[in-house]
């Protein structure tokens, strides 16, 4: 199966994109990322770095490009469909086509690869004076 961004953007909670995201891969599984120098090589270009910043416009900076999943810190750009050390060797359209990225975090790119909807990012916590202080309740 093929994913693409438009598909994904039909999902309307951010629970459903990430299931369909989902890999279900294993630490230490060879993929692209494995490969340090040709992984540099591409997300080091001028080619990368602006295409990167047209899916951040277009994403609003939102984790799964869902609008409630504001990215607080480091933005990542994730391939929808996983590529290969061949792919980057043969310039391959599957690299820079919108239709396969998307804005995650950090948190959210791991949990697609490794894991759950466990390791996913929360609703901000509802805070209550001295919550922080047990002492103080």
Not at 36 to 57: E, G, H, K, P
Request: hydrophobic fraction near 30%; glycine fraction near 4%.
């Amino acid at each position: 199966m093929i994913l693409t961004y438009s598909e994904l953007i039909t999902l309307p909670t951010f629970e459903e994109r990430f299931r369909y995201c989902q890999l279900k891969g294993a630490v230490g599984q060879d993929t692209f990322g494995f490969d340090r120098d040709l992984n540099q090589a591409l997300y080091r270009s001028s080619r990368w770095r602006a295409l990167r910043n047209q899916i951040l416009i277009r994403d609003n900076g939102c984790d799964l490009a869902h609008p409630d999943y504001p990215i607080p810190r480091t933005v990542m750009i994730h391939h929808l469909n996983p590529i290969t050390e061949r792919d980057v060797l043969n310039e391959s359209t599957i690299l820079y086509d919108p239709e396969n990225l998307v804005c995650v975090s950090h948190q959210t790119h791991n949990a697609i690869h490794y894991g759950t909807e466990e390791l996913l990012p929360k609703g901000e916590i509802e805070r209550k004076p001295n919550d922080t202080c047990p002492w103080r309740q």
